[in-house]
């Protein structure tokens, strides 16, 4: 199987949904990602047999095609949804963007192809949990259908409780050292060996002395809004960063999911670092429990 994923900086496609959650499950309401092949194997095989029964099946809400969070969702060659929990010809596939400006609709349309199955994978809001999950939708092409079913990676959903800052792969910037940004002006990977402890999370460093420069006084060098990505922010998303796309404005870091993120970040930047500030004073203070 060929696994496609964004072909940008960042290898995980962002996709928020604002407004109502595309389902409602338990904590134990998984689906894996094998029962989400053999759900998208079944919809193929009916899509070939009879599309217009096919979509049928796949927008009934107690139908074999809903099992827990796993669902069969497709689009036309128009982009519109012919198949979704919350109805079709409401909205478009084609045209979903992350919270960023990311095309992942596009994305979407372009992997999918017929007799193959392709990954794409994306963060999802769930409910009121404030990290995204994980999820990966396998995607292909049936005639004048794209669909695809989707599971939750639960198993790499990793966290400490102080969720003020951004640590979900259990290190805060995927390891990267923050004060290299300011000294060495590039993006630069620590080590473990040259490790910090503050905010109860796991700061790397390149050597010791970065580190002890970060000790002394780390509000010089910790990224804003608890190293969550500044475009988001500005909607109040908690997401993930790509290390290697910041900024320095002010004497401040900034971090983004993405390149593409950052260029429209850029545009309007006084505004937008005002807008983040707002949004995170307003949810940093109930990250910490």
């Not at 079944?42 to 809903?66: Q, T």
Request: aromatic content about 10%.
């Amino acid at each position: 199987m060929q696994s496609i994923i964004m072909s940008w900086s960042r290898l995980l496609v962002l996709l928020v949904v604002t407004g109502a959650s595309f389902e409602s499950m338990s904590d134990t309401g998984f689906g894996t990602a094998e029962e989400a092949r053999s759900m998208l194997n079944r919809a193929i095989a009916a899509l070939e047999d009879n599309p217009s029964m096919a979509l049928d099946a796949f927008n009934d809400n107690d139908g074999e095609y809903r099992d827990r969070d796993l669902y069969v969702f497709c689009g036309g060659v128009d982009g519109i949804m012919t198949a979704h929990p919350r109805g079709t010809g409401k909205f478009s596939l084609r045209n979903f963007k992350d919270i960023s400006g990311e095309p992942v609709g596009e994305t979407i349309y372009r992997v999918a192809s017929e007799g193959k199955i392709s990954e794409v994978s994306y963060l999802l809001a769930r409910g009121d949990d404030p990290i995204p999950f994980e999820k990966t939708s396998l995607i292909t092409k049936v005639g004048d259908h794209i669909c695809g079913v989707g599971y939750y990676n639960v198993d790499q959903r990793t966290r400490s409780g102080n969720l003020s800052v951004n640590n979900s792969l259990g290190i805060v910037i995927d390891g990267y050292d923050p004060v290299a940004y300011f000294t060495l002006g590039r993006a630069t990977r620590g080590t473990e060996q040259h490790r910090y402890q503050w905010l109860g999370s796991d700061w790397h460093f390149v050597n010791a002395e970065h580190r002890q420069m970060f000790a002394d006084s780390p509000d010089n060098f910790t990224p804003q809004y608890g190293g969550y990505c500044a475009s988001a922010m500005t909607r109040g998303h908690l997401v993930p960063i790509d290390p290697e796309s910041w900024q320095i404005v002010d004497g401040k870091l900034y971090l983004h999911y993405s390149s593409r993120s950052l260029s429209g970040w850029e545009v309007g930047k006084e505004a937008n670092i005002e807008k983040a500030n707002h949004q995170w004073e307003k949810i940093q203070p109930g990250l910490t429990n």
